[in-house]
């Protein structure tokens, strides 16, 4: 499957996600500052988010994905995605792992009072985009703030 990419109409329609996702208070605690800095570049979007918590049965986890446009693609998968898997997989202790998503198209779910008509769970197309997942498992609290701060700095800039 070839890759699609982020165009002007595509920028817009997740700025516009992100802006309903924010109102409804559904990114995690810590992140929006990061989330909203990263949608001010003019080559990416964020488009899914977490920010996990720690639990006796659980370890931290955390993670982002992005959409990105063609002029980018090169510096994400040679730079930026290298960087990350390498600083942020530390000895036993945290894992970082970055990949692509191809673009898909999801089946069509109804807006309920629980999902709020969230368009990445009732618009079919919202991940029929290439996307780029960055994942950090493990590691304490201060090295997730790290990795989303790093997500922030590089991205935001790009």
């Avoid at 924010?22 to 899914?48: A, C, M, W, Y």
């Avoid at 040679?78 to 036993?92: A, H």
Wanted: aromatic letters at 10%; glycine letters at 4%; a positive charge.
């Amino acid at each position: 499957m070839s890759r699609i990419y982020l165009n002007e109409s595509l920028k817009k329609y997740y700025a516009n996600c992100l802006k309903k996702e924010i109102k409804l208070n559904n990114i995690d605690d810590g992140i929006v500052e990061h989330i909203i800095s990263i949608s001010q570049s003019n080559s990416v979007r964020p488009t899914f988010s977490k920010r996990g918590k720690a639990s006796i049965k659980k370890k931290l986890h955390s993670y982002l994905r992005v959409s990105f446009t063609k002029e980018m693609e090169e510096k994400l998968f040679t730079e930026i995605m290298p960087f990350f898997e390498k600083y942020f997989s530390i000895n036993q202790k945290s894992e970082c792992n970055c990949k692509e998503l191809l673009p898909y198209i999801q089946d069509m779910r109804q807006t309920t009072e629980h999902n709020e008509g969230a368009k990445w769970l009732v618009d079919p197309k919202y991940h029929n985009i290439s996307q780029i997942l960055f994942v950090l498992n493990g590691g304490d609290r201060e090295l997730h703030n790290k990795f989303w701060t790093e997500l922030d700095n590089r991205l935001s800039i790009l």
